[in-house]
């Protein structure tokens, strides 16, 4: 049976899995509040979902997040750490300051959501902490290594807070979704074609970088499905720890048991790397 009018906070729900799961929690009964950087991406919200400003690099807006829900509600009985970004490149030749955009986004700034809504929940000896994760947090592929490493991170860290918030009553979930309908590809592909200039070590396989930003959406599950079977498993009395949901996601543990010397060339083959050494010698 699930818990009626649970308070239920969710970072990044402009577009996407947010959207989706504020909208799909709402339908099912429960108390959501969708934030976003910029409230006006909220629109289109049903009425009834509580639409908040929250920019999960801001321990300001985090601050003030958390503040307003619990004055408003009184509690947060689950919070949804779905904000993130990616990036697509090499990592030789990926400007830092992109990659600590990604991390700061996709693992610090999830790890603040909690420490901020973590003392209320611990009193309470209640609580869920929803952590998304990827695919490719699993089997890292190139040209997403920074995206790939910062979801590994977040599954760690998962699994790091299951241990330490259990003994408070506080679950935690890790959800590792696979090709889901969104639009990362268009927000993180490689900006000015960088990768195709003669600087680049990389120029030859330029084309399968820009093409890798748009792989996730190729044949994607829609967002709306992933909502629909994802929810059950958030709001049932025993949460699982771990959830794994999305297509491609069924080729996952094939991918985990392949050696790595064996899954590296079958993913230098498919991103063009084999013959990359001869090529960036010309």
Same mark, same amino acid.
């Given at each position: 049976? &699930?818990?009626?009018?649970?308070?239920? =906070?969710?970072?990044? +729900?402009?577009?996407? /899995?947010?959207?989706?799961?504020?909208?799909?929690?709402?339908?099912?009964? #429960?108390?959501?509040?969708?934030?976003?950087?910029?409230?006006?991406?909220?629109?289109?919200?049903?009425?009834?979902? &509580?639409?908040? %400003?929250?920019?999960?690099?801001?321990?300001?807006? /985090?601050?003030?997040?958390?503040?307003?829900?619990?004055? !408003?509600?009184?509690?947060?009985?689950?919070?949804?750490?779905?904000?993130?970004?990616?990036?697509?490149?090499?990592?030789?030749?990926?400007?830092?300051?992109?990659?600590?955009?990604?991390?700061? &986004?996709?693992?610090?700034?999830?790890?603040?959501? %909690?420490?901020?809504?973590?003392? #209320?929940?611990?009193?309470?000896?209640? *609580?869920?902490?929803?952590?998304?994760?990827?695919?490719?947090?699993?089997? *890292? &592929?190139?040209? %997403?290594?920074?995206?790939?490493?910062?979801? $590994?991170?977040?599954?760690?860290?998962?699994?790091?807070?299951?241990?330490?918030? !259990?003994? =408070?009553? /506080?679950?935690?979930? @890790?959800?590792?979704?696979? $090709?889901? !309908?969104?639009?990362? $590809?268009?927000?993180?592909?490689?900006?000015?074609? !960088?990768?195709?200039?003669? #600087?680049?070590?990389?120029?030859?396989? $330029?084309?399968?970088?820009? @093409?890798?930003?748009?792989?996730?959406?190729?044949?994607?599950?829609?967002?709306?499905?992933?909502?629909?079977?994802? +929810?059950?498993?958030?709001? +049932?009395?025993?949460?699982?720890?771990?959830?794994?949901?999305?297509?491609?996601?069924?080729?996952?543990?094939?991918?985990?048991?392949?050696?790595?010397?064996? =899954?590296?060339? /079958?993913?230098?083959?498919?991103?063009?790397?084999? *013959?990359?050494?001869? %090529?960036?010698? @010309?």
């Amino acid at each position: 049976m &699930t818990p009626p009018n649970r308070v239920i =906070l969710i970072t990044g +729900c402009s577009s996407g /899995i947010g959207r989706a799961l504020a909208l799909e929690l709402h339908r099912r009964g #429960q108390r959501v509040i969708a934030s976003a950087r910029r409230i006006d991406s909220l629109t289109g919200l049903e009425r009834g979902v &509580t639409r908040i %400003t929250l920019d999960v690099n801001s321990a300001e807006s /985090i601050a003030d997040a958390t503040a307003e829900v619990l004055e !408003r509600e009184g509690r947060i009985d689950m919070l949804i750490n779905n904000a993130g970004v990616a990036n697509f490149g090499p990592l030789a030749e990926l400007p830092l300051a992109e990659v600590r955009h990604v991390f700061e &986004t996709n693992v610090v700034g999830p790890l603040a959501l %909690t420490q901020a809504v973590f003392p #209320q929940m611990a009193t309470r000896n209640s *609580g869920i902490i929803v952590n998304i994760g990827s695919m490719v947090g699993v089997i *890292g &592929t190139p040209f %997403t290594g920074a995206y790939s490493a910062s979801k $590994a991170a977040v599954h760690m860290m998962s699994d790091v807070l299951r241990m330490e918030l !259990r003994p =408070l009553g /506080i679950h935690v979930i @890790q959800v590792q979704p696979g $090709a889901i !309908r969104s639009e990362v $590809a268009s927000k993180s592909a490689p900006r000015n074609n !960088r990768y195709a200039s003669p #600087q680049s070590f990389f120029r030859a396989v $330029a084309d399968q970088i820009e @093409q890798r930003a748009s792989l996730s959406q190729d044949q994607p599950m829609p967002a709306e499905e992933f909502a629909r079977r994802l +929810c059950p498993k958030l709001l +049932c009395a025993r949460p699982p720890a771990r959830v794994r949901l999305g297509n491609g996601i069924a080729f996952l543990p094939i991918l985990e048991r392949l050696p790595k010397d064996t =899954l590296g060339a /079958i993913f230098s083959k498919r991103f063009g790397l084999s *013959g990359l050494g001869k %090529t960036s010698q @010309q």
